[in-house]
Nanobody, 122 residues
Framework: QVQLVESGGGLVQAGASLGLSCVAS????????MGWYRQTPGKQRELVAT??????NYADSVKGRFTISRDNAKNTVYLQMDSLKPEDTGAYFC?????????????????WGQGTQVTVSS
């Protein structure tokens, strides 16, 4: 059993900063990629940022404003969001591509958190 739990969402004004955290726990053998996605009503879930090892990838809309990082010892991924805009509003989900203690050694599974709401007012 693997769980991802996000925290840190909230309501802020445009221009403010907010930090999100996501902790993966359970029968985890190793984690490859971790990432953040967001979704607004009526739209598909979209990539915000991912991190694999020392390599990070960002959506164009958040480059220069958001920073993704991870603490491998804590199985945690962070998203620091600066200069927030109203269009950043949405439910933010983390995911992790990982192998489990019960599964095959090199078979990766993708797990998602339950999401945390970020609302940016203008």
């Amino acid at each position: 059993q693997v769980q991802l739990v996000e925290s840190g969402g909230g309501l802020v004004q445009a221009g403010a900063s907010l930090g999100l955290s996501c902790v993966a726990s359970g029968s985890i053998r190793s984690i490859n990629r971790m990432g953040w996605y967001r979704q607004t009503p009526g739209k598909q879930r979209e990539l915000v940022a991912t991190v694999t090892g020392n390599n990070s990838n960002y959506a164009d809309s958040v480059k220069g404003r958001f920073t993704i990082s991870r603490d491998n010892a804590k199985n945690t991924v962070y998203l620091q969001m600066d200069s927030l805009k109203p269009e950043d509003t949405g439910a933010y989900f983390c995911n992790a591509e990982l192998t489990t203690l019960q599964g095959p050694l090199y078979k990766y599974f993708l797990y998602w958190g339950q999401g945390t709401q970020v609302t940016v007012s203008s």
